[in-house]
Structures are given as structure tokens and as C-alpha cells.
């Protein structure tokens, strides 16, 4: 079968291959037929093996961990799924039994493996994962190009739910990536008093741009780029009635965690997914900031199992649009090429097609 394959780092970049062999489902396991894949920022920092994520790879290995497909194949035991039955999957392989675990807190479970880094992923025809990780999807409501995002989809919804609440709540999203623009349509999704997008990038201020006059006015959308403007605090003060609520840091940004500690209002919190660079963060004036204010500051990682799923699932089906999220759609072999594309900052959400090439 065709897959993609992270085989020598110290070559960078990946193998492109159509004669890897099919997997076999273990007890406890299925088989998926991919239907649909996604490029995660993950899967570009594997493949220019950044250090932020290469001590996590175990090559050789097949990446890619954002997909849905059909079942076509059942191990022993497994007796609730059956081929044909249309499903996506956690991607994060926990223990069960660490004290995370026991707890319901599987996502930050101590012996978490990530398929797509630690065991194979799938960039690929099929690939092989325990039922217990299995999603079911609604074909009506979840195509396959939106069922090929939810693992990303799963870290803003799993951001958003990590504030108290948006609704009614002035709003603060940094860094419109694929997770913030995801983030940014949940919010809008929900009804906050007002969403303020800080971003840079001037491709993604663009698409902010295009998405927020699609949505209308129902809830006031404001788009800075604060390299721009001088006065980013002012600005965001005057949005929001003198300070935002809450601030979903997606970027990793210093400079933007500093900014939204310096706008969130006294009482307000701070929701952080972006992950910063090297390993200090350095907040200016932390005492004024962050304690007189009595903020809240939180870490968010991967997705609850499987309450984010479930979330997720309604807000789909009630109709939360994430069309825009995806640029392009290409086949498998032309990885490279989606990769290149998100670089260069010219796409969001890049989805490939195993069955096209
Ligand atoms: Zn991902
Ligand atoms: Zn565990």
C-alpha cells in the first residue's frame, strides 16, 4: 500500500512508498481504509525535524495522525465495530492504568504513545488502531474532508471548553492557525460578546478577514495584527468593553501570551494550546499581571476522551461550518507539495486522499 514513511532523519524529510505492506489488526484492533488525511503542524515539524518534536519520533515510522476511513478489517475480540462502519480515532495511545488514567484523565495520561510518531500512523492506505480509540461519525453530517480534521478539531474545541465559558464572554484568539481559525469558528459557533483575532501571518489575516465578513455581525469580530498596530492593548480594550474575559493563546508566541496577559480583565483567564519555543517563558511584570488580577492560567493538551469528541460530533451536526479550514485537497503522494504550501503560509488545512495517488 502506499504510505508515508519518516525512515532516516538524518536525511531529513520522508519516503514516499507503494509497497508497504498492509497491517494486520491484533486482538483488540482494527483495520481502517483511510478515506480522508490531514497535515498537522505536527507532521511539518516531523518532517523538518525540528527538535520541538523529534525526540518524540520513532523512526522508522508511518506518520500522520489526523484521519477518518471505513473499518475493513477486525481483530479478535473486538465486537462492537464492524467493517463498513464509517469512524475517525484518538490518536493518543493511553496506558489505562497510570493514575491520570484512573482518574478519566486520559489525555494526560504518563505513558501516552502518539500513533504517527511513536507507532505507525496514517499517511497511509489502512492503518491499524485499537477499538477502544475508535469515533463513530455521522456520514451526513461529517464528509469525509471534515472528518479527515477532528483530532485538530478536538484541540480547539478542547481549548474553548477548558475556559469557564465564551458565551457572553469578550474573547481574545491569538494566532489564527488552522486550531486558532477552528477555535475562532467554535467561539463564533457559541455567541461570545465579542472575538478579537490577533495573527501576523498575512496570509492567515487574510483568510480572518474573509471568514469574519462571511459571518456577519452576530458576534463583533475584530482582526489586528499587532505588528501593525502600535497601540495593541488600546485596541483590544476598546473591543471589549475595557479588557477580554478570556484569551486563547494558539500562537506560542511570547510576545502574544505578554499582550493577552496584559488585556485580560481582573478575574480573567488565560487558555494556552500554542507552544512556545526553547524552555522558559518569560512573562514581563507577571506580579501585575497575572497575580493582582487573579487570573487563571491553563495548559491544554490533546483532546478529552471522549467528552471533546462528543462535543465536537453536536456542534457538527448543529452546524458548525468548517469548510473554509480546508484549502486544499490533494492526493497522498503530492505530501510535499501540502507541506510546502503551509510553509510558505499560503493554506490552512491541507487534506489528502490516499485513493487518488
Ligand atoms: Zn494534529
Ligand atoms: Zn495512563
Same mark, same amino acid.
Given at each position: 500500500?502506499?504510505?508515508?514513511?519518516?525512515?532516516? /532523519?538524518?536525511?531529513?524529510?520522508?519516503?514516499?512508498?507503494?509497497?508497504?505492506?498492509?497491517?494486520?489488526?491484533?486482538?483488540?484492533?482494527?483495520?481502517?481504509?483511510?478515506?480522508?488525511?490531514?497535515?498537522?503542524?505536527?507532521?511539518?515539524?516531523?518532517?523538518?525535524?525540528?527538535?520541538?518534536?523529534?525526540?518524540?519520533?520513532? /523512526?522508522?515510522?508511518?506518520?500522520?495522525? %489526523?484521519?477518518?476511513?471505513?473499518?475493513?478489517? +477486525?481483530?479478535?475480540?473486538?465486537?462492537?465495530?464492524?467493517?463498513?462502519?464509517?469512524?475517525?480515532?484518538?490518536? *493518543? &495511545?493511553?496506558?489505562?492504568?497510570?493514575?491520570?488514567?484512573?482518574?478519566?484523565?486520559? *489525555?494526560?495520561?504518563?505513558?501516552?504513545?502518539?500513533?504517527?510518531?511513536?507507532?505507525?500512523?496514517?499517511?497511509?492506505?489502512?492503518?491499524?488502531?485499537?477499538?477502544?480509540?475508535?469515533?463513530? @461519525?455521522?456520514?451526513?453530517? +461529517? /464528509?469525509?474532508?471534515?472528518?479527515?480534521?477532528?483530532?485538530?478539531?478536538?484541540?480547539?474545541? *478542547?481549548?474553548?471548553?477548558?475556559?469557564?465559558?465564551?458565551?457572553?464572554?469578550?474573547?481574545?484568539?491569538?494566532?489564527?492557525?488552522? &486550531?486558532?481559525?477552528?477555535?475562532?469558528?467554535?467561539?463564533?459557533?457559541?455567541?461570545?460578546?465579542?472575538?478579537?483575532?490577533?495573527?501576523?501571518?498575512?496570509?492567515? @489575516?487574510?483568510?480572518?478577514?474573509?471568514?469574519?465578513? !462571511?459571518?456577519?455581525?452576530?458576534? /463583533?469580530? *475584530? &482582526?489586528?495584527?499587532?505588528?501593525?498596530?502600535?497601540?495593541?492593548?488600546?485596541?483590544? !480594550?476598546?473591543?471589549?468593553?475595557?479588557?477580554?474575559?478570556? +484569551?486563547?493563546?494558539?500562537?506560542?508566541?511570547?510576545?502574544?501570551?505578554?499582550?493577552?496577559?496584559?488585556? @485580560?480583565?481582573?478575574?480573567? %483567564?488565560?487558555?494556552?494550546?500554542?507552544?512556545?519555543?526553547?524552555?522558559?517563558?518569560?512573562?514581563?511584570?507577571?506580579?501585575?499581571?497575572?497575580?493582582?488580577?487573579?487570573?487563571?492560567?491553563?495548559?491544554?493538551?490533546?483532546?478529552?476522551?471522549?467528552?471533546?469528541?462528543?462535543?465536537?460530533?453536536?456542534?457538527?451536526?448543529?452546524?458548525?461550518?468548517?469548510?473554509?479550514?480546508?484549502?486544499?485537497?490533494?492526493?497522498?503522494?503530492?505530501?510535499?507539495?501540502?507541506?510546502? @504550501?503551509?510553509?510558505?503560509?499560503?493554506?490552512?488545512?491541507?487534506?489528502?486522499?490516499?485513493?487518488?495517488?
Amino acid at each position: 500500500m502506499r504510505a508515508i514513511q519518516m525512515v532516516r /532523519p538524518e536525511a531529513r524529510g520522508v519516503s514516499y512508498g507503494d509497497d508497504v505492506e498492509v497491517p494486520t489488526p491484533g486482538p483488540g484492533e482494527v483495520r481502517v481504509r483511510v478515506a480522508r488525511t490531514a497535515i498537522c503542524g505536527t507532521d511539518r515539524h516531523i518532517y523538518h525535524w525540528d527538535e520541538s518534536i523529534s525526540h518524540l519520533v520513532r /523512526p522508522p515510522v508511518t506518520i500522520g495522525h %489526523e484521519f477518518c476511513g471505513y473499518i475493513d478489517a +477486525v481483530g479478535d475480540g473486538v465486537e462492537t465495530w464492524s467493517e463498513g462502519d464509517y469512524v475517525s480515532a484518538e490518536m *493518543h &495511545i493511553v496506558c489505562g492504568h497510570c493514575r491520570a488514567c484512573l482518574r478519566g484523565d486520559f *489525555h494526560v495520561c504518563e505513558h501516552t504513545k502518539i500513533a504517527g510518531l511513536q507507532q505507525n500512523g496514517c499517511f497511509a492506505e489502512s492503518v491499524v488502531v485499537p477499538a477502544s480509540n475508535l469515533v463513530r @461519525l455521522d456520514p451526513e453530517t +461529517v /464528509p469525509p474532508h471534515i472528518g479527515a480534521l477532528l483530532d485538530a478539531l478536538g484541540n480547539a474545541v *478542547h481549548t474553548v471548553q477548558a475556559a469557564n465559558t465564551v458565551e457572553g464572554r469578550h474573547v481574545l484568539l491569538s494566532g489564527y492557525g488552522a &486550531i486558532g481559525a477552528m477555535a475562532a469558528a467554535v467561539v463564533q459557533f457559541k455567541g461570545a460578546a465579542s472575538l478579537t483575532i490577533s495573527e501576523v501571518s498575512p496570509g492567515h @489575516l487574510e483568510r480572518a478577514h474573509e471568514w469574519a465578513a !462571511r459571518m456577519g455581525d452576530r458576534v /463583533p469580530i *475584530h &482582526i489586528v495584527n499587532p505588528l501593525s498596530e502600535p497601540d495593541f492593548a488600546g485596541k483590544v !480594550r476598546e473591543f471589549s468593553g475595557g479588557g477580554v474575559d478570556v +484569551v486563547l493563546e494558539m500562537s506560542g508566541a511570547v510576545p502574544a501570551i505578554n499582550d493577552g496577559l496584559e488585556v @485580560l480583565y481582573p478575574g480573567g %483567564e488565560m487558555v494556552m494550546l500554542g507552544i512556545p519555543a526553547g524552555r522558559d517563558l518569560l512573562i514581563d511584570r507577571f506580579s501585575e499581571r497575572v497575580i493582582f488580577k487573579g487570573l487563571t492560567l491553563k495548559g491544554v493538551v490533546g483532546r478529552r476522551m471522549f467528552d471533546t469528541w462528543d462535543e465536537m460530533l453536536s456542534m457538527l451536526k448543529l452546524g458548525l461550518d468548517l469548510d473554509h479550514i480546508v484549502t486544499h485537497q490533494l492526493p497522498l503522494s503530492s505530501f510535499e507539495e501540502g507541506i510546502a @504550501l503551509l510553509d510558505k503560509g499560503e493554506a490552512h488545512k491541507v487534506v489528502l486522499d490516499p485513493s487518488a495517488g
